[in-house]
T-cell receptor, first 113, second 113 residues
Framework: GAVVSQHPSWVICKSGTSVKIECRSL??????MFWYRQFPKQSLMLMAT?????????EQGVEKDKFLINHASLTLSTLTVTSAHPEDSSFYIC?????????FGPGTRLLVL | QQPVQSPQAVILREGEDAVINCSSS?????VHWYRQKHGEAPVFLMI?????EQKGHDKISASFNEKKQQSSLYLTASQLSYSGTYFC??????????????FGKGTLLTVNP
């Protein structure tokens, strides 16, 4: 139980384009999902908290107009990186709250050329 | 406020033991331990909720001290599969946070044959 999927696992895009990442809870409903960013050999940095049916809560320093989050259902949250630039290249991981903790998706590697 | 993990890295031979510490300057509601292998998402190990609590399965256990400001993860008779980066995630407020966690910088554990 408590399986979270992410799609795509890898994406390469040109600078200026937008990229959408999907996060799904496969065997449970998640009213809250979280989006993290992780640089090589560094910790998990929380970007935003996604709540089903309401606006996401962004951490300080995260541009909400650049990282659009939509949590339209109890099993799906999406992160859209708008007008991506090379500095947005990173490992993006989502997680979902379930039974007092968070379960993580497999992550999405984004490379912006 | 990010919890402090120590040590930053540890190298073991198979069968040896290790302790990883996670401390906070403020009282915590819960501590969550995860292991992340290179290129993969973090995998949930265990959660500690009560001061003085100890938990474990197989040869990995953890404790949460009475003042609820420090947790330790104990790995005994280490196996090659234990290699990875261990993160503690801390939760300061009970209820309403939907298990929003702040993660330490991680401890890189390498188990050699």
């Amino acid at each position: 139980g408590a399986v979270v999927s992410q799609h795509p696992s890898w994406v390469i895009c040109k600078s200026g384009t937008s990229v959408k990442i999907e996060c799904r809870s496969l065997d449970f409903q998640a009213t809250t999902m979280f989006w993290y960013r992780q640089f090589p050999k560094q910790s998990l940095m929380l970007m935003a908290t996604s709540n089903e049916g309401s606006k996401a809560t962004y951490e300080q320093g995260v541009e909400k107009d650049k990282f659009l989050i939509n949590h339209a259902s109890l099993t799906l949250s999406t992160l859209t990186v708008t007008s991506a630039h090379p500095e947005d290249s990173s490992f993006y991981i989502c997680s979902a709250s379930y039974q007092e903790t968070q379960y993580f998706g497999p992550g999405t590697r984004l490379l912006v050329l | 406020q990010q919890p402090v993990q120590s040590p930053q890295a540890v190298i073991l031979r198979e069968g040896e033991d290790a302790v990883i510490n996670c401390s906070s300057s403020k009282a915590l509601y819960s501590v969550h331990w995860y292991r992340q292998k290179h290129g993969e998402a973090p995998v949930f190990l265990m959660i500690l909720l009560k001061g003085g609590e100890q938990k474990g399965h197989d040869k990995i256990s953890a404790s949460f001290n009475e003042k609820k400001q420090q947790s330790s993860l104990y790995l005994t008779a280490s196996q090659l599969s234990y290699s990875g980066t261990y993160f503690c995630g801390t939760e300061r407020n009970s209820g309403g946070s939907n298990y929003k966690l702040t993660f330490g910088k991680g401890t890189l554990l390498t188990v050699n044959p």
